[in-house]
């Protein structure tokens, strides 16, 4: 990212894509943007849900020009994901310096199947005609330690419960390792809590028993 570019912007709208909502920053303020619209004063920023991409770790050699590394990831990203080579997939990557290889260089990749991201963002495209930038979700962790809210030394595993998507991932010295989706959303683990109880609950009451309670509820059948 270009920060002075960024700086030059009046406003930044943080996208919820999985529940259409919308955040505005200005000045360090935040608040709800309840009728976004489009501008081009403004940087607009989502996540990609755990569920719609593709993580893994792959090396090349360190004799690798930079100008064709770009294309010997992705070739070796298609070849050892055994991709469907008919699908043009968006593939990101980050390089990694933990591993102890005089010979190769690692990289983190992302990748995403097109029609995941068009799925994913075609409610916010319509609200707001553009987004800027779009981060996989357990990179935005990284802003734990780069805010210093978290020490950057050791290592730290996160698991992240959202309403349609649970992940589970790892940092060592404040960089991403690792990351898993695990299949126990809260519409999942809200579905199970109501079968256990043997009586149907909102959601929204599960939420807020999960909320104020977590799992020191006073209620012995919770």
């Given at each position: 990212m270009n920060l002075e570019k960024q700086q030059?912007?009046?406003?930044?709208l943080s996208v919820d894509p999985y529940k259409r909502e919308y955040f505005k920053s200005i000045s360090s303020h935040l608040?709800?943007?309840?009728?976004?619209?489009?501008?081009?004063?403004?940087?607009?920023?989502?996540?990609?849900?755990?569920?719609?991409?593709?993580?893994?770790?792959?090396?090349?050699s360190k004799n690798i020009p930079e100008d064709d590394l770009s294309d010997i990831i992705e070739?070796?990203?298609?070849?050892?994901?055994?991709?469907?080579?008919?699908?043009?997939?968006?593939?990101?990557?980050?390089?990694?310096?933990?591993?102890?290889?005089?010979?190769?260089?690692?990289?983190h990749v992302f990748?995403?199947?097109?029609?995941?991201?068009?799925?994913?963002?075609?409610?916010?495209?319509?609200?707001i005609k553009y987004i800027d930038q779009i981060i996989p979700v357990p990179l935005l962790l990284k802003t734990l330690y780069t805010k210093e809210i978290l020490d950057s030394s050791g290592v730290q595993c996160f698991i992240y419960f959202q309403e349609n998507d649970t992940f589970l991932t790892v940092y060592a010295e404040s960089d991403f390792i690792y990351m898993k989706?695990?299949?126990f959303s809260l519409r999942e683990l809200h579905e199970r809590f109501c079968e256990l109880l043997g009586e149907q609950t909102s959601f929204e009451m599960f939420s807020q028993i999960l909320s104020n309670d977590g799992f020191a509820t006073p209620n012995r059948e919770y």
């Open positions: 030059s912007f009046t406003s930044v608040e709800r943007e309840v009728d976004p619209v489009y501008s081009k004063s403004q940087f607009v920023v989502s996540y990609l849900g755990a569920k719609s991409f593709i993580s893994s770790l792959i090396s090349v070739n070796k990203v298609y070849e050892e994901l055994a991709l469907d080579m008919a699908i043009s997939y968006k593939i990101n990557y980050i390089e990694t310096y933990n591993h102890a290889d005089e010979a190769n260089r690692f990289f990748v995403v199947d097109p029609l995941n991201l068009d799925e994913d963002f075609a409610n916010s495209v319509e609200d989706s695990l299949k």
